[in-house]
């Protein structure tokens, strides 16, 4: 796998992670989450798509995308929701919850991440045995943001849940955040929100390592496709240098293969030709760069690869609908 390719796309599409409570569950417990698409903005505002996240750090629950079958965890083990799915965590298989958005709408806490029993309203569970103190789950709880427009490969490839197990070891970097993380919502030192932000997000990448590692050969994904051989490198050439004038001749030689093997084999794990996958990331490339920098558009065009302005900007609005300055000044509303 190109290590690189994963970390230039999760840098450009801005990955970020917050943790935002550790949450204890008694004997029987269940917590039902909304779409992430209707908690977005309130979380993690200005942020395009969100995808929430539970650590097991002690004891056992299950967890289910709404009306899919649950999946059983154990301490140590993470899931993901990596489409922003509603989604059900319970002490046992087959609960269902009741979903309230008034609580994301709460004003921050000054601190995160914060603690919070099961009588806490925030943490959406329902209480199902008042009298009972014993906790058969702890979870620390949050959320990766990340751009999912104008293109994201690696969101496609990932499925509706995301399970990570635990491993063995005194050596497990996963463990190793759990303990900050719980330590973090009990003393809230100077500085903590800031680094356990960057820890989740370090976090993130070891999780599509794991992922990577338990992948079963073949399938057809773009996830997959940076471990082949070929389309890996193919990849690889085009993220690190998508201003250049690449044609299917001469990626086909850089990696070499012959056009039309190149071409099925790139279409059989990203969905896209060679040269389609190219011009959309270049408009994510340019998307950042309208973003963050004061550059023109015409500079811009030039670094990602079109001879014109024109030719830029027409290619731009296909993919957002929008030409490049009127993009702009929307985000910079959206962000403000």
Known sequence: ??????????????????????????????????SALEIANLIMPGVEHVMAYHVLTQGSCWASVVDE???????????????????????????????????????????????????????????????QEQHSATLVCGFFGCDANPFNPLLDSLPHLLHVRAREGADDWIAHFIRFALSESIHKRPGGEALLERLSEAMFVELMRRYLDTMPEGQPTWLAGLQD?????????????????????????????????????FARFTGHAPMHYLAKWRMQVAAGLLRQTNASVASIALEVGYESEAAFSRAFRRETGLPPATWKRHQDHLAR
Not at 14 to 26: I, K, Q
Not at 235 to 250: C, E, F, M, S, V
Request: aromatic share 6%.
């Open 1 to 34: 796998m190109s290590q690189d390719t994963l970390s230039v796309v999760l840098r450009c599409v801005r990955l970020r992670g917050a943790v935002f409570y550790h949450v204890e569950g008694d004997t029987r417990w269940v917590s039902e989450s909304p």
């Open 69 to 131: 079958p649950p999946v059983a965890l154990h301490q140590g083990d993470v899931v993901i929701f990596p489409r922003g799915d509603p989604h059900v965590m319970s002490s046992e298989p087959g609960m269902r919850g009741q979903v309230d958005l008034t609580p994301y709408a709460l004003p921050r806490p000054e601190q995160l991440p914060y603690f919070a029993s099961q009588r806490g309203s925030s943490l959406q569970m329902s209480r199902l045995n008042p009298e």
């Open 229 to 265: 051989r070929y389309v890996g490198r193919a990849l690889a050439l085009l993220h690190q240098r998508p201003g250049d004038a690449w044609t299917i001749d001469k990626l086909a030689a850089r990696t070499g293969l012959s056009r039309s093997a190149l071409h099925e084999r």
